[in-house]
């Protein structure tokens, strides 16, 4: 079975942190986002969705992390906590992963890149208006990911670790690549993204986000890469 990731990524950091934690064997592919390689004739024989991650099982490809995630929990036979055979258990994994598409990892994805990519792309830093309103609705997201679906428990979904878990840890650790800790003054969910972190081994997950942690190195390198320049008509549409 074939990973193909790139770690700077949210989605490909579930789909590695899972599959790692398992110990499901794979072998990773790496493609390089920064460099555009997800646009390339050669991935676009494996993929036309042009985006990471990808599985590729035998004849078998697959995209979209959270139908990757739950494919690797029913194909491996994992434990049943990360995606309960239990109908409303189950259904409330779907609900969280459905929900953070356009709301959690919308949010934290802005963040990260109208201080990353923006001033690359478009020349200027960011307006201090769409900064605050990305902000706003990053804290909007948090607020829901703590009272609809943490609440009182340890976890997501239930008192143990699920995918639901998994996809939205690497989300809110997106924009500590920008210095920022969106958990600051959140002590319930800083703690539960500490659990998650010990469940997944804590050696492991500073692998996973070992890029994105070294901030300052991260944000020279995006905005001194020559290789944007192809891409720049593609996020010029974004940040307009």
Known sequence: MELYLDLLSPPCRAVFLFAKTLKIPFDFKHVEL???QQYSEEFAKLSIVKKVPVLKDGDFVLTESTAILKYLARKCLVADHWFPADLR????VNEYSSWQHLNLRSHCSKVFL???LFPAIMGSEVSKEKMDIALEDLRHSLDLLEEKFLKDKLFLVSNKISLADVVAVVEVMQPFAVALDV???RPKLSAWRDRVKKELGEKLFQEAHE???DSKSLQ???QNNSSLEKLKPKYEKLFR
């Open 34 to 36: 920064a460099e555009g």
């Open 211 to 213: 890029r994105i942690l």
């Open 89 to 92: 258990q189950q259904a409330l």
């Open 220 to 222: 020279q390198k995006m």
């Open 183 to 185: 958990l600051e003054g």
């Open 114 to 116: 109208f201080k990353t």
